[in-house]
T-cell receptor, first 113, second 112 residues
Framework: DSGVTQTPKHLITATGQRVTLRCSPR?????VYWYQQSLDQGLQFLIQ???????AKGNILERFSAQQFPDLHSELNLSSLELGDSALYFC????????????FGPGTRLTVT | SQELEQSPQSLIVQEGKNLTINCTSS?????LYWYKQKYGEGLIFLMM?????EEKSHEKITAKLDEKKQQSSLHITASQPSHAGIYLC????????????FGKGTRLSVIA
């Protein structure tokens, strides 16, 4: 158990819908990273938050957004869902803003039908 | 082109045999992370290497970082069925605050 929690574990929804994925980092970790893992693209970085502020942005679509709350948990919002958004979504946390060990949560499997 | 190449893509070994997985970067490595993933599950942190020549071991798994070759290797000694899974390397490719870039992974099967 990495100490990073994610909910829900599975999510099945229809195209055009909007979903919210939730992540709680390890106790004491200030950074949260979101990644998308698909069979063809592998593990791709989406976005990083550090202590409530956006720190880095990767290949995140405009239909996707995220935020980190004062209690440091984070949510990833995916809207206008398309079939191609079906993937595993992971969050990871780290103590600081960069460097150091990074621990992953168990992931949320999103299926868009 | 892929910034981080892992080889081999897949590997089948007999239980008890040793094996090596390589991770090669097309850019300067500022840090290298190894993870193990069971299919469809989360990534388990194995090791982090930050300095050229650094070598770390955990149980029967050893990882080394060759800064000159911009490469890291993961070596498993006397493989067991519990070692089966997907091994992913993640790299820091910038001296600033950059998130990890991951390789495509190496799928390891261990047969009795």
């Amino acid at each position: 158990d990495s100490g990073v929690t994610q909910t829900p574990k599975h999510l099945i929804t229809a195209t055009g819908q909007r979903v919210t994925l939730r992540c709680s980092p390890r106790s004491g970790d200030l950074s949260v990273y979101w990644y998308q893992q698909s069979l063809d693209q592998g593990l791709q970085f989406l976005i990083q938050y550090y202590n409530g502020e956006e720190r880095a942005k990767g290949n995140i679509l405009e239909r996707f957004s995220a935020q980190q709350f004062p209690d440091l948990h984070s949510e990833l919002n995916l809207s206008s869902l398309e079939l191609g958004d079906s993937a595993l979504y992971f969050c990871a946390s780290r103590r600081g803003g960069s460097g150091g060990e990074q621990y992953f949560g168990p992931g949320t499997r999103l299926t868009v039908t | 082109s892929q910034e981080l190449e892992q080889s081999p893509q897949s590997l089948i070994v007999q239980e008890g045999k040793n094996l090596t997985i390589n991770c090669t970067s097309s850019k300067t490595l500022y840090g290298l992370y190894w993870y193990k993933q069971k299919y469809g599950e989360g990534l388990i942190f194995l090791m982090m290497l930050q300095k050229g020549g650094e070598e770390k071991s955990h149980e029967k798994i050893t990882a080394k970082l060759d800064e000159k070759k911009q490469q890291s290797s993961l070596h498993i000694t006397a493989s067991q069925p519990s070692h089966a899974g997907i091994y992913l390397c993640g790299a820091v490719l910038n001296s600033g605050n950059t998130p990890l870039v991951f390789g495509k992974g190496t799928r390891l099967s261990v047969i009795a």
